[in-house]
């Protein structure tokens, strides 16, 4: 198992930044990938950002592209999110998840190719 830790959500002011940390713990060798995704209220979970692990190769949702910056400290076992110039849109709540799937079934946008989960923390953005 896999045991991810969020943290770094908040209020904050639009055209501000915030750096969300999900470090993780567990059966770390498994893991293939690293994903970011929020969820507004009343919305569906969208995907933001991810890395596979070991390649380092991220990828973005077209729409994420700019503002939001997913880094990643593989000695500290955690991924970042940072999401500059935010906006009150961006107010959701932002999750982290691994994918410890043998090879890419739906792909790393899809939130189905994840299998662990954080817990989630609140971004809220004030106009």
């Known amino acids: 198992q896999v045991q991810l830790l969020m943290s770094g959500g908040g209020l904050v002011q639009a055209g501000g930044s915030l750096k969300l940390s999900c470090p993780f713990s567990?059966?770390?060798?498994?893991?293939?990938?690293m994903g970011w995704f929020r969820q507004a209220l009343g919305k569906e979970r969208e995907f933001v950002a991810a890395?596979?692990?070991?390649?380092?190769?991220?990828v973005y949702a077209d729409s994420m592209k700019g503002r939001f910056t997913l880094s990643r400290d593989n000695a500290k076992n955690t991924v970042y999110l940072q999401i500059n110039s935010l906006k009150p849109e961006d107010t959701a709540v932002y999750y982290c998840?691994?994918?410890?799937?043998?090879?890419?079934?739906?792909?790393?946008?899809?939130?189905?190719?994840?299998?662990?989960w954080g817990q989630g923390t609140q971004v809220t953005v004030s106009s």
């Open positions: 567990g059966r770390t060798s498994s893991i293939y990938a």
């Open positions: 998840a691994a994918d410890t799937q043998s090879g890419v079934q739906f792909g790393l946008r899809s939130r189905y190719e994840y299998d662990y």
């Open positions: 890395v596979t692990w070991r390649g380092g190769q991220t």
